[in-house]
């Protein structure tokens, strides 16, 4: 076999093409509501969860560095993602950006890499989501069945994640429908969770002691970039937004300011709430389901757990279908392209959304959600993030060499140090992550390399044009 069989690749002009030819998705979607689409993948379970958690086991006060540095490798990467979304606005995000420049194969590992990822992303922040609405229920005198309330072993009598499954499930029904009633939706959701943070903010700020900081680092640097490798995955939700590329009205301007704006906006909030919550109770209280609703039930404003219990469950809602959409759209392409049975990429013949590959990843993600942890769901989700980030930014480097005459509404900046640095970041924060992750991971990828191997290599569109022995 040689390097050219192996390594097919996808011209700029052919991905460009697929723009026209895939018309069967509705382009409705403008800046605002793309840009929403980002800020649902973006703020959620971090905002509500892992800030607290991070903070109580990993970073302590530091938490708020633990987001800056995430922030910087994020952003290293958005600066190369929005690059892409303007050149190459077609649905697939880093699967089909790694296509036009790297090559079939390692177009299927980023693909496949994805799908793992956004399907995990799903399940874990269905389980927040379930904490934050059984913290709801108990507000208004309401308890689940104990079977009901959580994974085997994550409390007394407990079998299954009951609310998990159905928020997975309802999502993905949702998800079936017209796209832009999926962006209202979603709009909707993104201003009730963002309400909610100004409001902690805005409301715990006059209650915060400045000795909650110190010891500002007592788990040491050590702590701070572990819990940056964790909190990664409350920062990189921006990239859903590329997989509607042909949902949007004006894909190759605004998909590059709707990536840079939503991780804007949401970088601010993550570090104001960060310095906030550990700032009104101890770091070492907030290792819970619901920390931000644990604090200040502390502090005694049950009102504000009230509403924000409220808000989180609305909020995470957008999450779960900003990476669902994602999840879908990357399989769509992925079965467009041949890779994966055409099946896959058929569109509802009413409503025009890839609704195949959206109910059975609803229904995978609801399985997962009911009957797993959400420890060991959550450690597979950052080394596919980071590994597509680290392929993406060293593919802005190649594509800068080989193909500058291709036109782009937006360049990366201070090329190649930046795409550099998003990948030398990246690369160590995939260092700190645990060695039963990098396990699991190795797994997954040998599953879908002899997928690849005995199915998508010999089915693929590039194939069928033409293949090399």
Not at 1 to 19: D, N, V, Y
């Amino acid at each position: 076999m040689s390097l050219q069989a192996l390594f097919r690749t996808k011209s700029i002009e052919q991905l460009q093409s697929e723009i026209g030819r895939a018309g069967q998705f509705r382009r409705v979607l403008g800046l605002w509501q793309l840009t929403a689409i980002g800020l649902g993948g973006l703020i959620g379970a971090g905002i509500f969860v892992l800030t607290g958690v991070v903070a109580a086991t990993q970073a302590g006060p530091a938490v708020s560095l633990s987001f800056v540095i995430a922030g910087i490798a994020s952003a290293a990467a958005a600066l190369s993602y929005a690059e892409f979304a303007g050149m190459i606005p077609v649905a697939g995000s880093a699967y089909t950006y790694g296509y036009a420049v790297l090559g079939e194969l390692v177009a299927w590992i980023i693909g496949w890499d994805l799908l793992l990822e956004y399907a995990l992303v799903v399940a874990v922040v269905s389980i927040g989501w379930s904490g934050y609405l059984q913290a709801l229920l108990g507000q208004l005198g309401m308890t689940l069945p104990s079977f009901a309330m959580g994974a085997a072993g994550t409390g007394p009598g407990h079998v299954l994640d009951l609310p998990a499954m159905l928020g997975s499930l309802a999502v993905a029904g949702l998800l079936t429908l017209r796209i832009e009633w999926d962006a209202r939706f979603n709009t909707a959701m993104v201003i009730i969770k963002i309400a909610a943070v100004v409001l902690v903010i805005a409301v715990g700020l006059p209650h915060v002691q400045t000795a909650n900081w110190h010891p500002f680092m007592p788990f040491g640097f050590g702590g701070v970039a572990e819990g940056a490798a964790v909190v990664f995955f409350a920062v990189f939700g921006y990239d859903t937004l590329t997989t509607a590329a042909e949902e949007a009205r004006d894909p190759q301007h605004q998909l590059p300011r709707a990536v840079l704006l939503s991780l804007a906006v949401s970088l601010v909030l993550y570090i104001a709430m960060s310095f906030v919550l550990t700032g009104i109770v101890r770091y070492d209280t907030l290792n819970s389901a619901a920390p931000v609703a644990a604090a200040f039930t502390a502090i005694g404003l049950p009102w504000v757990t009230l509403l924000v219990s409220a808000a989180a469950v609305a909020g995470i809602t957008s999450v779960m279908l900003a990476f669902l959409l994602g999840c879908a759209r990357i399989w769509f392409a992925m079965s467009r392209d041949g890779l994966l049975p055409a099946w896959f990429a058929q569109v509802h013949p009413r409503f025009r959304t890839p609704h195949r590959p959206t109910l059975i990843a609803g229904g995978l993600t609801a399985l997962v959600a009911g009957f797993f942890p959400i420890k060991e769901v959550a450690e597979l989700v950052n080394i596919g993030t980071l590994s597509a980030f680290t392929i993406i930014c060293l593919a802005v480097i190649v594509l800068r060499r080989t193909r500058p005459d291709v036109p782009r509404t937006f360049r990366t900046p201070l090329v190649p140090w930046i795409p550099l640095a998003g990948m030398g970041f990246s690369l160590w924060l995939l260092s700190k992550l645990p060695a039963v992750a990098w396990e699991r991971f190795v797994i997954w990828m040998a599953i879908g390399l002899v997928i690849y191997f005995s199915y998508g290599r010999w089915h693929s569109v590039l194939a069928k044009k033409g293949r090399v022995p």
